[in-house]
């Protein structure tokens, strides 16, 4: 086993939602500027205040509050892509939303997403961290909020919006609510993967695929329960975007030993590793290795081979994934 400290390994993280990733220090002092309050959002010691996943994306939705115009998102989106080329991260894909950047307003959306990719390319130059975006619909705002973010991320897909996702509470309605607005992602050339399978069981993951058709699904993990739904993300080479922080931090599992990850690697299945929502689950890319590495020995080779994985299933142009690795 190599004894390179795997924080250290170059990175390709595929799961990131750019709010979610704001630090509390930058959702801080934009309410200042602003002379907001922001009740309820950070605890005594300065860090963003959450129970459970309920209570998680309520306080992510009113940090979100303060994230009101372009410039802040550009701003956003330079800090977020500064620390993640600083972790290591050489490439990216960051979830963003339609129904957050200007509320669904499409003359609004247009603006927010130059601005978005405004910062993405200032990132790039200063840092050389390669970005893509993938715009996501919010599952508990329901099917035709999700329907109408699917036509206002087909009016964006390019070079840089690459994807389409679904991300918000798995227990709300079922995947073939979304099935129109997936259709119309799809129809418009984006990469298409959901959320399932992180609060919900096998069933939801199982759903999606019927219904959303993802090549992607966002954490997956709780596919493990059912040995049949196992083996067919194996045989139809469902790549699993895990986030095993943000499992351990929810709650999905009490502790890292218990995560899947591991496991879900050994069946076959393809796994690759992010953090989700980075501050609020207090963690980085960096510990996401360490962690990995220390509880199933993972060493150099099986990040190299776990990247590789990422970028065969990244939603970019086959130039850039293979140069990035
Ligand atoms: N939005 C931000 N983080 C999320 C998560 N972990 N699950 C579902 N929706 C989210
Ligand atoms: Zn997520």
Redo the contacts with the bound molecule.
Sequence with gaps: MSHTDPGLLPKVELHL?LE?AAPPDFIRALAAEQGMALEGVFDAGGQYAWTD?AQ??KT?HRACEVLRGPEEFRRLVEAVLAQSAADGVVYTEI?IAPDICGGGDPVAWAEYVAAIVEGAQSARAAHGIEARFISTAVRNFGPDAAERAARLSAEVAGDRITGFGM????RHLRAADFARAFAIAREAGLGITS?AG??CGPESVAETLDHLRPSRI??GVRAIESPDLVQRLVDEGIVLEV?PG?NVA?SVYPGWDSHPIDRLRKAGVQVTVST??PPYFHTDMKHEYRMLAHHFGWAAEDFADINRIAMQAAFCDPQTRSAVL
């Design positions: 939602h979610g996943f998680f994306l992510y979830f991300g918000g509470e798995e959320h992180e609060v966002g954490h986030n943000s929810l989700d929502d």
